[in-house]
C-alpha cells in the first residue's frame, strides 16, 4: 500500500476491480449480452485506476475479430477516447472525438461524452461547438418536448454556455423549461459557485449546499430510471412464430398491424402523462423462451410478456422512443418515423 493512500480507498479499488472480472466472465456465458457488461466492466476499471484495462477492453468491442460486432461503436469509441485522454493520451483522443463528430452520430450518448471530454479539459470552446453540432442534428429549438436522452445534451450546452459568459439561446430557454431541479439552471451552472466554495460567509456557505444538494437529486433521479420504461415490439415473422407455439396469445396480439398501432398509442400515452425516458424492445421468441423457463413460468402466461420487455430494457436492448428527426420508423418499415407511425 502506498504510504499517501488511505487504506479504504485501496478496498474501494478492489473492490470495482472484482466487479469487473465478474462481469467479464458473465460476458463470456450472455454473448448476447456482452457489449452492455463490457462497457460496465470497463467503467469500474476506469473507477479503479486501470485505465489501460479498460482502453483494452474498448479496444476487444471494436476489434474486427469480435464475435458480434457493436450495437454502438461510436459510443465506444467516445468512451475510449475520453479514458485514454485521463491517462496522458491526449493526442489519440483527440483524433478520435474528431472521428466522432465527423461521424454525426444520431445517437445523444456519444455527443455528450466528447463534449463532456472536451469540458473536462478546459476546451470550452470546443466542447460548446460539439454540444452545439449535437443539439443542431438531433434537437431543434423548437421541439416542444424533447426525447429524455437528449437532456444532457441541452445541460451541457447550458452549463458551458455559462461558464462562457454567452448570452441565453432558444436551445438554453428549452433547457431551463425541462430542468426539474429545484434550483434554476443559471444558479447551477454559475461560474461563480466555485469561488464561494472557499467562503467563509456561513449564508454563501449555506446557499452552496443547498444547490449542491440539487445537483444531487438530478443525479439520483437520472440514475433511478438506468433504463427505458419500454414497449415489447414483435417483428411480423416472430409474431407468426410466437402465436403458431402459443396461439393463447392471440388474445394479446390480435394481429400484426394492431399490435404495431397498439405500440405507438400506448408510448404516446405514457408520453402525455409526462413519463420520461421511453423506449421500445424488440423480441425473438426463443429469447422469450429461455426467459420463461429462466422464471419457471410458461410462455403462455401474458404477464410474463411485460417482465420480458422490462429484462431487454435493462439489458440496454432498448431504442428510444421517439426516434430522432430523420430516422427510419421503429416498426422496420424502412420508412422514415414521421412518415410512418409519427404520422398518425
Known sequence: MRPDKPAAADHVEADHIAEAARLERTAGLYPEDAEQLLLQAAAHLELAGARDRATALYDRLLSADAERPPASPLLIRAL????????????????????????APRDPAPWVIVAESLES????????????????????PETPDPPYATHPLLFGRHRVRRMLGMDHDAWDALADRISTSPVPLDELHDPKRTWSLGSENPA??????????????????????????????????????????????????PSHEEHLATIESSLRELSASGTPNLGIVTGTVPSYEAFAASEGTSPEEPSLLPQYAT??????????????????????????????????
Do not use: M
Not at 475510449?80 to 461521424?103: C, F, M, P, Q
Not at 479539459?121 to 431543434?140: G, I, K, S
Not at 435493462?314 to 404520422?343: K, T
Open 204 to 253: 454563501e456557505l449555506r446557499a452552496e449546499i443547498t444547490r449542491l444538494q440539487a445537483e444531487l437529486g438530478s443525479y439520483r433521479q437520472a440514475l433511478s430510471r438506468p433504463f427505458p420504461v419500454a414497449i415489447l415490439h414483435w417483428p411480423a415473422p416472430e409474431l407468426t412464430e410466437l402465436l403458431t407455439a402459443y396461439p393463447s396469445l392471440t388474445a394479446e396480439y
Open 121 to 140: 479539459h478546459d476546451e470550452l470552446e470546443q466542447a460548446h461547438a460539439t454540444f452545439t453540432e449535437a443539439a443542431a442534428l438531433l434537437l431543434p
Open 311 to 344: 429484462t431487454l430494457a435493462a439489458r440496454g436492448r432498448a431504442a428510444g422512443w421517439p426516434p430522432e428527426r430523420g430516422a427510419e420508423c421503429w416498426c422496420g418499415s424502412g420508412v422514415v418515423y414521421g412518415e410512418c407511425h409519427g404520422a398518425q
Open 80 to 103: 475510449k477516447a475520453s479514458n485514454l485522454w485521463e491517462y496522458g493520451h491526449e493526442a489519440e483522443a483527440r483524433a478520435i472525438i474528431d472521428g466522432v463528430r465527423a461521424t
